[in-house]
């Protein structure tokens, strides 16, 4: 008879095994491509001036306005200045502030806004009540103009005309709305998505398993039948009674020029890696002297990182926060905590705490904060990552000067109303088409815009 061969079963086995990961590992591809909550990129005009910092006011001085401009613009300067001891319908630090425009007239809430101690020196009967009721809490002075603080009285104005919406933990009006809608929504979309594709996984992994130890039966079925046949030649019994040899596939020539070619390329790939890692902190994580959580601050609390590092927009460094911001809070909450003792105890020796320094650049290079966070737009994420996530702050990204570099090559500048830019666009345009003018185009890669 003719030769009976199982090579055609073994290649049917290797054909299922092969469609069913390939099959996984689309799955997985998609389920990384799935969309997640991300910063919204850069158009070719790039971010906005400023866009991370306070607006500009749009309101005049001395009266509350519905202007959505005035509105907007107090909602980031009250959730930079403001929302770290005030909420609109709740008792934080201090009082809630709804209707505070109906409470007070806008030409006494000026004055207490920049410097309530002198008006509760001065003896102000309403000043002075307040005082006394939240335990004599001083709030800090604040630097904003009139037309400044006539945006964020809008802006509660606006805020206390919605109903209240309860959330866990306390969240009210705008922050609710963020909570419990865009954010819920998408870590919830999220959350599903990513459960269905765990579970599709398992399943098709299951499956796999089921038709591989199927299959294996039916081969040494197969084989069973086979042994039982008088008609074999002796090439099908050669193939029929053969063994898999390990010993015979480590004992090839190729096998071990194979792993012997591969063991280089790693010792070669890891030494590679340790030289270029020199004089790199990425990771660093050093321990602090106050067990400090930017997750519980920025995080669960939603501090906004300028309330502490109050010259991230307007200075070359972000500032390391004095003791006496941790006391506007820390004054009334927690204040039998060890960690926060540790802050009275720096107080009354008149030391600053020893705080270790994580982030730091080579004196040879030249950087600036608030040409990036003012200027440029750049969230704080984008250099310090998920800091809002770390409870103990870690250096996230490499501060290289190729990752510098390469930001600057691919970050686009918003050049729109800046007559500056006018002539610039136009040459770059012409010799560039469609490409985005970014950061590199106006010179962001040149030697000494770092180095001087």
């Known amino acids: 008879m003719n030769s009976i061969r199982l090579r055609p079963l073994s290649h049917f086995f290797l054909a299922l095994f092969l469609t069913f990961a390939a099959v996984g590992n689309s799955t997985a591809q998609q389920a990384d491509a799935a969309p997640v909550a991300t910063a919204p990129?850069?158009?070719?005009?790039?971010?906005?001036?400023?866009?991370?910092?306070?607006?500009?006011?749009?309101?005049?001085?001395?009266?509350?306005?519905?202007?959505a401009a005035a509105i907007s613009a107090g909602n980031a300067l009250f959730a930079q200045n403001c929302a770290q001891c005030h909420a609109i319908n709740d008792v934080v630090v201090g009082p809630a502030l709804k209707d505070i425009h109906k409470r007070r007239p806008i030409s006494w809430l000026i004055p207490w806004i920049k410097n309530s101690s002198k008006l509760v020196a001065s003896g102000d009967e309403y000043a002075v009540k307040i005082f006394n009721q939240y335990q004599k809490q001083q709030m800090p002075s604040f630097q904003l103009s009139d037309a400044e603080i006539t945006s964020i009285i809008s802006y509660v104005a606006a805020e206390s005309d919605k109903p209240a919406q309860a959330t866990a933990g306390g969240a009210t009006g705008d922050n609710a709305g963020k909570v419990d809608g865009q954010d819920a929504g998408a870590t919830a979309g999220a959350g599903t998505g990513s459960s269905t594709i765990d579970i599709l996984l398992i399943v098709l992994v299951v499956v796999l398993l089921v038709l591989v130890v199927t299959l294996v039966i039916i081969a040494n079925i197969m084989k069973d039948v086979l042994r039982g046949r008088k008609d074999l030649d002796g090439r099908d019994v050669e193939q029929l009674e053969s063994r898999f040899d390990l010993g015979k596939i480590y004992r090839s020539p190729v096998v071990r020029g194979l792993a012997l070619g591969l063991f280089v390329l790693v010792v070669l790939y890891e030494s590679?890696?340790?030289?270029?890692?020199?004089?790199?902190?990425?990771?660093?994580?050093?321990?602090?002297?106050i067990a400090f959580s930017h997750k519980l601050h920025a995080g669960e609390n939603q501090i906004n990182c300028s309330y502490c590092h109050t010259s991230v927009y307007k200075s070359k460094s972000a500032n390391i926060p004095s003791a006496n911001i941790c006391m506007n809070c820390h004054s009334q909450i927690k204040t039998e905590s060890p960690e926060i003792k540790k802050i009275y105890r720096a107080i009354e020796r008149k030391q600053p705490i020893q705080w270790v320094r994580i982030h730091n650049l080579p004196d040879l290079a030249y950087f600036n904060h608030s040409q990036h966070t003012q200027v440029g737009g750049i969230e704080c994420q984008t250099c310090h990552g998920p800091i809002q996530n770390m409870e103990v702050v870690y250096q996230y990204s490499p501060l290289t000067m190729g990752w510098c570099i390469n930001c600057h090559r691919e970050t686009p500048l918003n050049t729109k109303g800046n007559g500056y830019y006018n002539n610039l666009v136009k040459l770059h345009d012409k010799a560039n088409g469609a490409a985005p003018f970014t950061v590199s185009s106006n010179g962001g890669t040149e030697c000494s815009k770092c180095h001087y």
């Open 272 to 289: 590679v890696q340790g030289v270029m890692a020199i004089g790199l902190a990425q990771g660093y994580q050093p321990t602090q002297p």
């Open 41 to 67: 990129a850069a158009s070719k005009d790039g971010v906005t001036p400023g866009s991370t910092a306070a607006a500009a006011p749009a309101a005049a001085a001395g009266a509350t306005t519905g202007d």
